[in-house]
Each structure stands twice: as C-alpha cells, then as structure tokens.
C-alpha cells in the first residue's frame, strides 16, 4: 500500500454530501477520511440519495458523477443477492430503522469483506453488526449532528449548500486512487438563490 494510503472503505451519503460541501461542519474530517483511502466505494442506492440531496446543485451531481465514471470512486451497485440480504439486514435491526439504503451498505461491506466506513450515522452502524459478527470500523466521529439530524432525522445537510456562498472543497488528491476533482468544486458554482440542498 503506498505511504500516507489507508485500506478501501464504504461511503455513506451524510460523508459524501461534507465531503463534497466545503462549509458543512465536518468537511475536513470527511475529507480527510476519504482522500486517504486507497478505494472508495459508493453503493448504488448511497448514489441515489446523494442525487437527491444534491437535486438544487445538478452541476455538482455532475460533476460528481464524471469523477466516478473516472474511477476517484468505484461505484458499487446492489446485485439481488444484497438486496435480498439488505432486507433481511433491515428486519434483524428493526429497533434502529435501517431502512433499504443503509442496510445496502452493511451489505455491501459484508460482500467484499470491508469494514471501514466513512458515515455521518455513527450511532446506527455502530449497533449493527456484520455477518461474522464483527462492527464496522467508522472512519470518522463527526461533531454536531447536521440541522434536523440532532433530532433523529439522518443524513440532513446544512442549509444552503447549493447556493454560490457556499463552496465545496477540491482535492489534492491521494495515494493510489485519482482525485475527487471537479465535484468537489461544483457546489461553489451555482447560480444566486439556489439557498437549499
């Protein structure tokens, strides 16, 4: 593994969206976490709410979107057999109110046998446990909760990130996987009055 390379690891949608987002609260963590990791996977239904948060900011979810298609993210899409195994992941914890997105990632992870997780949802992957028993390895512990998230509402970006005061960070890069790139500047490029993500 290259000097200053950490293993692969999962990203969860709240450590993308301060990833990419430069004035979220734990943007240098995020970006710290992920820069250094030797792959970065991106589950397919991860993708979809990351869409969704960045619906006002389409040049960023572009931009976003050729960074992967480059390989500065490997894209990960759900076969039926991680489907299937995220439902029965969602039923096994009920308590906690998974849901499909993030019992996708526990199997995922459980798939290609990592455990490394860059999430802003702390506290739900933290009482999950893998197939072989074993929790994942969060790979950050974000301060304060984003907006509604303090209330139980994951996965929240600050508000106004889409708009042009706000700018999302550009990558140095990092050992062994190409930069981030252009994503991680399109959120700083959006016309005036788009005031929310």
């Known amino acids: 593994m290259p000097a200053g390379s950490a293993a692969a690891l999962i990203c969860d949608t709240g450590a993308l969206i301060d990833y990419l987002v430069e004035t979220a609260p734990d943007h240098g963590l995020f970006r ?6 030797r792959t970065r996977y991106v589950p397919g239904l991860v993708l979809a709410e990351v869409d969704y948060f960045l619906r006002d900011g389409r040049q960023g979810m572009q931009l976003f979107m050729q960074d992967l298609a480059r390989g500065a993210f490997t894209y990960a899409p759900p076969t039926l057999g991680q489907l299937r195994r995220a439902m029965e992941v969602d039923r096994r914890f009920a308590d906690l109110s998974l849901g499909l997105v993030d019992a996708s990632v526990v199997a995922l992870a459980e798939s290609l046998g990592i455990r490394r997780l860059a999430t802003r949802d702390v506290r739900h992957f933290a009482a999950v446990r893998l197939r072989d028993g074993r929790a994942f390895e969060a790979r950050s512990r974000p301060g304060a909760p984003h907006g509604a998230a303090a209330r139980g509402c994951r996965r929240r970006v600050p508000a106004g990130c889409g708009s042009s005061k706000h700018r999302a960070r550009r990558s140095d890069g990092c050992d062994g996987a190409p ?3 252009e994503s991680a500047r399109a959120l700083g490029r959006h016309r005036e009055g788009e005031n929310r993500l």
């Open 179 to 181: 930069a981030a790139g």
């Open 32 to 37: 710290k976490a992920i820069d250094q990791a």
